[in-house]
C-alpha cells in the first residue's frame, strides 16, 4: 500500500495533479478539501451557524468519503465556509481520522490538501507541495467562477485568496506549509502537463528507491 501526499494553496493546480497521478498509478484519490465543504454544505443547507464546533464534528462522523460530489461542493461559497469552519481543531481530528482510514486503502492512495504531508500522512512514500503566485490562482479562479455563471470580479476573488491564505497558513492547528521533504512544483508559469510529468518522474524515483530497498538484502 503506497500513499502520495499532494499539499498547496487554493487554486495552486494540486487537484486536477492529483487525480492525474491517481490515474496514472491505479490508486484511489481523496481530495480532503471535500470533506470540509461536504461538512460546510450540511451546515448551509440546515441553516447553521458556522461557529457551531460540535454540529459540525458530528456531520463530520457521517459523511462517506467515496461518495463527495465535486461538481455540487465546488461553488465558491462553500469553499469560503469550508476554509471558515477548518480552523475548528475537534472537527479537523474527526476528519483526519477519516482521511487516514481513506489512506489505507490498496493497492494505494493519493491524498491531496492542505496538511497531508505534515498531519495526515506524515510517513507517505511521496509528498509534493504545489503552489503557484497568488495572482496566478485568483486568475484561475476567476475565470472558473465565471465560467460557471458566477458573477464576480477579480479584485474580489484575489482578495478572497489573500484571505484564505492567511486562514490556512496562519491557524495554530496544522497550518498550510510544506513537509519538510515535500518535492516543491510551482505552477506560476507551468501547464498541467508539465506539471504532471515533473510529479511522476518525482514520484517515479521514490517508488523505485522504495523497491529497491526492499529488494536489496540484509
Known amino acids: 500500500m503506497t500513499v502520495i501526499a499532494i499539499d498547496g494553496p487554493a487554486a495552486a493546480g494540486k487537484g486536477t495533479l492529483s487525480r492525474l497521478i491517481a490515474d496514472a498509478y491505479g490508486f484511489h484519490h481523496l481530495d480532503t478539501g471535500l470533506t470540509y465543504r461536504a461538512v460546510a454544505k450540511a451546515m448551509i443547507d440546515a441553516g447553521l451557524p458556522f461557529d ?3 454540529v459540525a464534528v458530528r456531520i463530520a462522523r457521517s459523511i462517506e468519503l467515496a461518495g463527495l460530489d465535486r461538481t455540487v461542493l465546488s461553488a465558491h461559497e462553500i469553499g469560503e465556509a469550508a ?8 472537527l479537523r481530528k474527526a476528519l483526519v481520522e477519516a482521511q487516514r482510514a481513506f489512506s489505507r486503502r490498496n493497492p494505494g492512495t493519493v491524498l491531496d490538501g492542505r496538511d497531508i504531508g505534515t498531519v495526515v500522512c506524515p510517513d507517505a512514500a511521496a509528498k509534493l507541495y504545489v503552489t503557484a503566485s497568488p495572482e496566478v490562482r485568483a486568475s484561475r479562479r476567476y475565470e472558473e467562477i465565471v ?5 464576480t470580479d477579480f479584485e474580489t476573488v484575489l482578495a478572497d485568496i489573500r484571505k484564505r491564505d492567511a486562514r ?6 496544522s497550518p498550510l506549509k510544506p513537509a519538510d521533504n515535500a518535492y516543491l512544483i510551482d505552477t506560476s508559469e507551468m501547464s498541467i502537463e508539465a506539471a504532471f510529468q515533473a510529479a511522476k518522474t518525482h514520484i517515479d524515483a521514490v517508488l523505485e528507491r522504495e ?4 529488494r536489496a538484502p540484509e
Open 52 to 54: 457551531n464546533e460540535a
Open 168 to 173: 490556512d497558513m496562519d491557524r495554530a492547528d
Open 147 to 151: 465560467h460557471n455563471g458566477g458573477d
Open 83 to 90: 476554509s471558515k469552519i477548518a480552523v475548528m481543531p475537534k
Open 211 to 214: 523497491a529497491a530497498a526492499i
